[in-house]
């Protein structure tokens, strides 16, 4: 089931357009924060917590997924960076003689503006995330009636 029949669905549930776009927008918000490996995890969490719908949520933590992980988090991660004011963000390794260790301390610059980029960019997606989707079920309820 791709992400369009994903959202086809949340158009149809029977909740309010409140709930399921907080659900969604949380979704997105832990979908692209730093903790990376805990995503869905967090998503069901959360969504049990709230008494959320979990589809819900859970689609909107898979708006990072293996193939948009990559680009989001180099995003979040240039975006942090310019709002530090760090000038220089690509690290210069010296790949000849690289290990594991060395590497960790070539990146460890990058793990500041990584948090606050992926932290700032998760809050203004999770914002619009809500809004379309806010707007969207009120679209769909009103169509359906």
């Known amino acids: 089931m791709g992400l369009r029949d994903r959202l086809r669905d949340i158009l149809s549930l029977k909740d309010s357009p409140h709930r399921l776009a907080t659900a969604f927008a949380l979704g997105v918000f832990i979908g692209i924060s730093p903790l990376l490996g805990l995503h869905t995890v967090l998503g069901i969490t959360v969504a049990w917590i709230f008494r959320l719908n979990r589809i819900v949520t859970i689609t909107g933590v898979f708006v990072t997924n293996p193939w948009t992980i990559v680009p989001i988090y180099t ?3 240039w975006v942090g960076a310019k709002c530090l004011g760090i000038k220089n963000i690509v690290p210069k390794i010296d790949w000849a003689h690289i290990t594991f ?3 960790l301390h070539e990146l460890k610059p990058l793990l500041l503006p990584f948090v606050f980029g992926t932290l700032l960019v998760a809050s203004v997606s999770a914002v ?3 809004f379309v989707i ?3 079920v ?3 309820h009103s169509l359906g009636k």
């Open 75 to 77: 995003f979040s991660t």
């Open 101 to 103: 260790s060395s590497f």
């Open 128 to 130: 619009i995330g809500y």
């Open 134 to 136: 806010y707007h969207a």
């Open 138 to 140: 009120k679209k769909a």
